[in-house]
Nanobody
Framework: QVQLVESGGGLVQPGGSLRLSCAVS????????IVWFRQAPGKEREGVSC????????YYEDPVKGRFTISRNNAENMVYLQMNDLKAEDTGVYYC???????????????????WGQGIQVTVSS
């Protein structure tokens, strides 16, 4: 049974940091590209970042470039999203998703990913 489980969300002040984790089970992470999406209240879900399965190549959407870092540990079946210098507009529910051998490149389209976590809330507020 494929499962992706996010953790590490919460409430943080502007300028603060959080590290989201995505624990993967039920498939071999080595073969899967993993992406982070987020959905702010009243807005559509949008892509944040992805990391490729075969070479670890990464991609970031412009709003998070330079502030967020995606990484993976295939041996531990974990993917991480380090979020620094958080802003109020980063508030939302964050989802990790996976797809086998998908190229990590723009545009990040949620329909391309078959496996999803349940999402975790990130709130940036003073």
């Amino acid at each position: 049974q494929v499962q992706l489980v996010e953790s590490g969300g919460g409430l943080v002040q502007p300028g603060g940091s959080l590290r989201l984790s995505c624990a993967v089970s039920g498939f071999t992470l080595d073969y899967y590209t993993i992406v982070w999406f987020r959905q702010a209240p009243g807005k559509e879900r949008e892509g944040v970042s992805c990391i490729s399965n075969h070479d670890g190549a990464t991609y970031y959407e412009d709003p998070v470039k330079g502030r967020f870092t995606i990484s993976r540990n295939n041996a531990e079946n974990m993917v991480y999203l380090q979020m620094n210098d958080l802003k109020a507009e980063d508030t939302g529910v964050y989802y990790c998703a996976g797809e086998e051998s998908l190229l990590c490149s723009p545009p990040l389209v949620d329909a391309q990913y078959d496996y999803w976590g349940q999402g975790i809330q990130v709130t940036v507020s003073s």
